[in-house]
Nanobody
């Protein structure tokens, strides 16, 4: 069974940086997409960033220029570099993986089959 394990969350002051990691195991598809989502208390889940197996990336507008998604195929690890963090970035962050399904946007949760348990990011003002 595919497993995704996030790490790297924590508490940081506004303007600070964090790097999230997501270790992906037992995923064998060569045509895949991986992404980061977040959910704050009382809010809907939001797609943050996604990257396809060909390296194509997508970001939600609120993080463009501040967050960078990347992957290390050899280590089977997905990353999210977060800079210039704001209090509104506070949320539980989840990584997700799945086959590329062209009828779903990469930032929609329905596009993914497998999910991690999440890592908390808290940005203090």
């Amino acid at each position: 069974q595919v497993q995704l394990v996030e790490s790297g969350g924590g508490t940081v002051q506004a303007g600070g940086s964090l790097r999230l990691s997501c270790a992906v195991s037992r995923y064998t598809s060569s045509n895949y997409r991986v992404g980061w989502f977040r959910q704050a208390p009382g809010k809907e889940r939001e797609g943050v960033a996604a990257i396809d197996s060909n390296g194509s990336t997508r970001y939600t507008d609120s993080v463009k220029g501040r967050f960078t998604i990347s992957k290390d195929n050899a280590k089977k690890t997905l990353y999210l570099e977060m800079a210039s963090l704001k209090p509104e970035d506070t949320a539980m962050y989840y990584c997700a993986a799945g086959r590329i399904l062209p009828w779903w946007s990469p930032l929609q949760g329905e596009a993914y089959e497998y999910w991690g348990q999440g890592t908390q990011v808290t940005v203090s003002s």
